[in-house]
């Protein structure tokens, strides 16, 4: 079902933009996290202190002598400023469509605006940006590029929920089917937060430059359980370096985060597999189509992690695999928005 007031419907197409925005956001991020560009810009915000980035001869003469340490490599800071462009436009983007719900609610104060949930994004966004900054400052301390990555994730996935809110939609089940949706409900939730784990796991073995630690499958150099250090590997309280650029952990550490994020892609394949089956059980037109959806983006996931290990981490498809995985995340989004909203008729 769909009914929502004209306001309401401007929110929700707003929430769309903003939700395609972030979208944007996260896959660039991805892009200069996987093109080692997170330090194509030493400063902050700026560039070389540049609005954009030093292009001419003199201007990048100018630019190395004032960072000694960082020549500057054109390759690496043109993905690190776009990044930082849409950021900052999406972030605007937020404080307009803030601003927007809160005159709509003064106006129509008898209709269900979520204020508290769009002062939660701007908050959100405030705090990605000085995680973006302090991802610069810290040199790519592997504990904020992966909160980084996280607020991105958490930031895309509260703006897809604000548009679902706003658009008004939610299932109207048989009262013999809307009995069984507690349980549904509790897995539904339960997947969702394994997969925000998995997403975490993710961030850390990328921060950690772990990735490449096994190049096999389904083993890991050679073997089903490998010398590892889980120690050193998940060692959160670890000083802040000079430098991570490259990851400063040994080779034992790299290959736990390695070997426990295939645990997790393990744990989090079977909830939804789970989840896919019992979303079928039910027997209704209703939920068979996100069922499909979600059984077939777990596919492409797995199918993008694999290709990853065994083809040495290919630009393209590690892209990919973070797009997919936000692309899962929003599905888990809908569903659990669908299940807790749905109405017996």
Not at 232 to 240: G, S, T, V, W
Request: charged share 10%; hydrophobic share 50%.
């Amino acid at each position: 079902m769909w009914h929502t007031p004209n306001n309401l419907r401007h929110a929700y197409r707003w929430a769309l933009l903003a939700t395609a925005l972030t979208t944007v956001v996260v896959i660039l991020g991805a892009f200069t996290r996987l093109v080692d560009a997170g330090l194509g810009c030493p400063d902050w915000p700026g560039c070389y202190g540049h609005l954009t980035w030093p292009k001419g001869a003199e201007a990048v003469a100018a630019a190395e002598a004032q960072f000694p340490e960082f020549p500057v490599e054109h390759d690496k800071t043109w993905p690190e400023m776009v990044h930082r462009y849409f950021a900052s436009f999406l972030g605007l983007v937020i404080v307009g469509l803030t601003i927007a719900i809160f005159r709509w609610a003064a106006k129509t104060p008898h209709q269900p605006y979520p204020r508290f949930h769009i002062l939660g994004l701007l908050a959100l966004v405030i705090v990605q940006g000085l995680f973006g900054m302090w991802t610069v400052t810290l040199k790519l301390w592997p504990q904020v590029v992966t909160a980084h990555l996280l607020g991105g994730f958490s930031t895309l996935s509260l703006l897809w929920l604000l548009a679902q809110r706003c658009s008004g939609r939610y299932w109207q089940l048989p009262s013999h089917l809307h009995h069984r949706l507690g349980g549904l409900r509790l897995l539904t939730v339960i997947t969702l937060l394994a997969v925000i784990a998995q997403i975490t796991l993710g961030g850390w073995t990328s921060s950690n430059y772990a990735a490449l630690a096994c190049t096999d499958f389904p083993t890991c150099h050679g073997e089903w359980w490998p010398a590892m250090d889980f120690r050193h590997a998940f060692n959160f309280a670890q000083d802040i370096g000079p430098n991570y650029l490259g990851g400063l952990l040994e080779n034992e550490a790299r290959t736990a985060i390695h070997v426990s994020h295939r645990i997790g892609a393990v744990a989090v394949s079977l909830l939804v597999l789970l989840l896919w089956w019992k979303l079928l059980a039910l027997g209704t037109g209703k939920t068979r189509p996100l069922a499909w959806l979600l059984l077939t983006v777990l596919l492409v996931q797995v199918t993008l992690g694999i290709t990853n290990i065994v083809g040495s981490l290919p630009l393209a498809v590690a892209v990919a695999h973070n797009a997919v995985g936000a692309l899962l995340l929003l599905v888990l989004v809908t569903l659990t928005h669908r299940l807790f909203t749905a109405r017996s008729c």
